[in-house]
């Protein structure tokens, strides 16, 4: 069972981005499709097939240390704020448990990204952001995969 996408953008992405001061519709949308197609929207909150990664947006143990030990680090504003929350490191297994953690962990990702966010209604955009920049190119998951979960988990049904 995945979570209603309005409680979990409304819940935890916007808070999330809010405490990182990295708010904008564009990583809004970027974390509610990262989360649709890594994980059906909680759907598996371990990688399927004993992978690594771990959470709602599936980040690798190796991916998280190195955020924190290779980017934050270096974002002395950014680091303060994380340790309001977080004044030890979490391990990376909190990410399944604790969804805060997991959403800031995946927006700070995407921040190390030079390249701009696309606009929040660029659907496509969004999915080729995610493949180059997330999934990368050894990737298993597909633009397509991310814009079919988009309107599977996170396109509100009227």
Same mark, same amino acid.
């Given at each position: ?13 916007? *808070? ?6 990295? !708010? ?9 499709? =990262?989360? #649709? @197609? ?5 759907? &598996?909150?371990? @990688?399927? %097939?004993? %992978? *690594? #990664? ?8 190796? =991916? ?10 270096? @974002?002395?504003? =950014?680091? @303060? ?6 004044? =030890? ?12 953690? #997991? ?5 700070? &990702? ?28 050894? %990737?298993?998951?597909? !633009?397509?995969?991310?814009? &079919? ?5 996170? !396109?509100?049904?009227?």
């Amino acid at each position: 069972m995945s979570m209603q996408a309005k409680q979990f953008r409304e819940q935890v992405v916007r *808070p999330a981005l809010a405490l990182v001061a990295m !708010e904008s519709p564009a990583a809004e949308a970027l974390l509610m499709g =990262t989360a #649709a @197609q890594e994980s059906g929207m909680g759907r &598996h909150l371990k @990688q399927v %097939g004993g %992978g *690594p #990664a771990l959470g709602v947006f599936q980040m690798e143990p190796a =991916t998280y240390r190195d955020i924190w030990e290779n980017f934050l680090n270096h @974002q002395p504003a =950014t680091l @303060q704020r994380v340790r309001g929350w977080w004044p =030890t490191l979490p391990l990376p297994e909190r990410m399944i448990t604790d969804l805060m953690l #997991a959403a800031v962990m995946c927006r700070i &990702h995407y921040r190390r990204v030079r390249e701009p966010l696309p606009a929040a209604e660029d659907l496509p955009g969004l999915a080729r952001y995610w493949k180059k920049h997330y999934n990368t190119l050894l %990737g298993a998951g597909t !633009e397509a995969e991310f814009i &079919h979960n988009w309107h599977r988990y996170v !396109e509100e049904k009227v």
